[in-house]
Nanobody, 124 residues
Framework: QVQLVESGGGSVQAGGSLRLSCTAS????????MAWFRQAPGKEREGVAA????????HYADSVKGRFTISQGNATNTVLLQMNSLKPEDTGMYYC?????????????????WGQGTQVIVSS
């Protein structure tokens, strides 16, 4: 069993910043990737950013490149998402996920373990 807990969500004005944190626990040995997804009301869940422990590789959705940064926290089982220059279209529930992923992509079905999510609201 794997548990993921997100924190750091909140409400911010457009142009502001937030930093999300995700901590994993449990039987995580085979999981080489941690990622962030988001889902806005009435829209499908979409990938935001992914981090691979091997080589510290990263992958970002085109919509957040240059604004968001995913990185490893001080603990090896923690991943951070620094979100700058936030836009109203970034609003949604943000979910942390982990799995064994051997391609640079953000596909929901690649990730068997998910957190409960943390809400991000960006007002104009």
């Amino acid at each position: 069993q794997v548990q993921l807990v997100e924190s750091g969500g909140g409400s911010v004005q457009a142009g502001g910043s937030l930093r999300l944190s995700c901590t994993a626990s449990g039987d995580t040995g085979l999981n080489n990737c941690m990622a962030w997804f988001r889902q806005a009301p009435g829209k499908e869940r979409e990938g935001v950013a992914a981090f691979w422990s091997f080589g510290r590789s990263t992958h970002y959705a085109d919509s957040v490149k240059g604004r968001f940064t995913i990185s490893q926290g001080n603990a090896t089982n923690t991943v951070l998402l620094q979100m700058n220059s936030l836009k109203p279209e970034d609003t949604g529930m943000y979910y942390c996920a982990t799995g064994r992923v051997r391609a640079f992509r953000l596909w929901v079905d690649d990730f068997p373990y998910w957190g409960q999510g943390t809400q991000v609201i960006v007002s104009s």
